[in-house]
């Protein structure tokens, strides 16, 4: 299944931006899947997850209260809104299983800055 990310930009501290995640076929319903995310010079991390039922939600600490993982699973796409952005959430974000498969897609480049 192959996943391609895209919704990334250039957005002024405080704004928001919803990322989507298509993937070639089914597999939100059926796997856990999550958004990670690598900034300039720092190690990739984790930013948020849902179970395969959608039912179970978890977050990273930095974000939580400001982004909302949803998917669509007719539509095989995985969605993460991120409200009140900071100019630390700048970076490449990702869409994977969770656990993180050892195959990554191109990614989608978040810019928060005035």
């Known amino acids: 299944v192959q996943l391609v990310e895209s919704g990334g930009g250039l957005v002024q501290p405080g704004g928001s931006l919803r990322l989507s995640c298509a993937a070639s076929?089914?597999?939100?319903?059926?796997?856990?899947t999550g958004w990670y995310r690598q900034a300039p010079g720092k190690e990739r991390e984790f930013v948020t997850r849902?179970?395969?039922?959608?039912?179970?939600?978890d977050y990273a600490d930095s974000v939580k209260g400001r982004f909302t993982i949803s998917r669509d699973s007719a539509k095989n796409t995985l969605y993460l809104q991120m409200d009140s952005l900071k100019p630390e959430d700048t970076a490449i974000y990702y869409c994977?299983?969770?656990?993180?498969?050892?195959?990554w897609g191109q990614g989608t480049q978040v810019t928060v800055s005035s």
């Open positions: 994977n299983t969770y656990p993180p498969g050892t195959r």
């Open positions: 076929g089914t597999i939100f319903s059926i796997y856990e």
């Open positions: 849902i179970s395969g039922s959608g039912g179970i939600t």
